[in-house]
């Protein structure tokens, strides 16, 4: 079989960006109000972009309490849901035992582990896209920054700072809402690309 191997990080800085969503694509979902608005689209979509983003833990032996925030995404916009209004939890759960929806997304493995504990259900018909990379010769997980790079020759632009902030918050700020957004966005962008829709 063919082995791959990844783009370096210095291959990858050197790409064009990514043209990524905007604030103007991307809802915020925090309310029972807003979850009514956009449970119809979302329950109607065959594939869904997935991710979540956690509080992150700085103490050593700390669980986190996360997920904090889910993420869904079709191809023209994304759906940032925050957990701690209970319609939204209640959408969320939907969603993820939704047979019929494949979730597609990167490095799942602690995703799921998240969800059991916080959410208490089971994720269904989800796919790491990692594991289609592999069949497909690559040795090393890509994650989306690599997958982005190898299918699309471009760079996906992710904010560090976004990624260690505080996703508890109840008020997300724009960086926030755009890198969570984006990340969802990004999965079901390669998942097209690769031919697998």
Known sequence: MLRLTSPTKEYMLA????????????????????????????????????????????????????????????????????????ACREAVCELLQSERIVKV??????????IQRTLGVQAQNVLDLNQIFRERGYVKELGVRGAVAV??????????????????NRQLTESQIVYSGNDAWAAIKVYHALGLA
């Open 151 to 168: 299918v699309f020759n471009r760079r996906f632009v992710k904010s560090r700072k976004a990624t260690t902030s505080n996703w508890a």
């Open 105 to 114: 997304g990167f490095g799942l493995a602690g995703d799921h582990q998240q």
């Open 15 to 86: 790409l064009e960006p990514l043209e990524r969503l905007g604030l103007h694509d991307i809802v915020v979902v925090s309310t029972r109000q807003h979850v009514e608005q956009t449970r119809a689209a979302l329950l109607a979509s065959a594939v869904l972009g997935f991710d979540t983003e956690s509080k992150p833990t700085f103490v050593r032996d700390e669980v986190s309490q996360g997920p904090h925030v889910v993420q869904f995404s079709t191809l023209h916009k994304a759906y940032v849901f925050q957990l701690h209004d209970g």
